[in-house]
């Protein structure tokens, strides 16, 4: 596995709510399969499109899920959180306001997941669920 471009998801990720730790295994699986196929030339551009929209569409689904689960039980750095989501889905869709090729544009997707994943799950995340912990 690249280290750069793909992630190992191991149990040192989970935050012991199963929601979360479904959306971020899929989230990193995602990133994964983006970085594969861009690498593959035999992968055709209709395919990486389609890939990078599921990716898209998949982690914006996980920002739903841990929103509704961190303002169910009133966390106090929610909105913080809901801006942060904001800031990284405004940064997936203005990449398709730029006329990259579509190789550069799921590359893109990918690092720009990876990093997202990487800092909101080992610091944002994992400081929301020890309050949620605390909470319940």
Not at 11 to 23: F, P, S
Not at 53 to 61: A, F, P, R, S, Y
Request: net charge negative; with cysteine.
């Amino acid at each position: 596995m690249n280290k750069l471009w793909q992630i190992d998801f191991s149990d040192e990720y989970l935050t012991n709510i199963e929601i979360i730790d479904d959306g971020h295994k899929k989230v990193a699986e995602m990133a994964n399969r983006l970085f594969e196929m861009s690498a593959d030339i035999n992968t055709k551009e209709s395919d990486l499109i389609a890939e990078i929209e599921e990716t898209k569409g998949v982690i914006l689904k996980h920002f739903e899920d841990e929103i509704t689960i961190y303002k169910q039980h009133g966390l106090p750095d929610v909105e913080k959180h809901v801006i942060q989501h904001k800031v990284m889905s405004d940064y997936l869709n203005d990449l398709d306001l730029n006329n990259y090729p579509v190789v550069v544009k799921a590359l893109m997707t990918n690092q720009l997941v990876l990093h997202y994943l990487m800092k909101h799950l080992f610091f944002d995340d994992k400081k929301c669920i020890k309050q949620l912990k605390d909470i319940v």
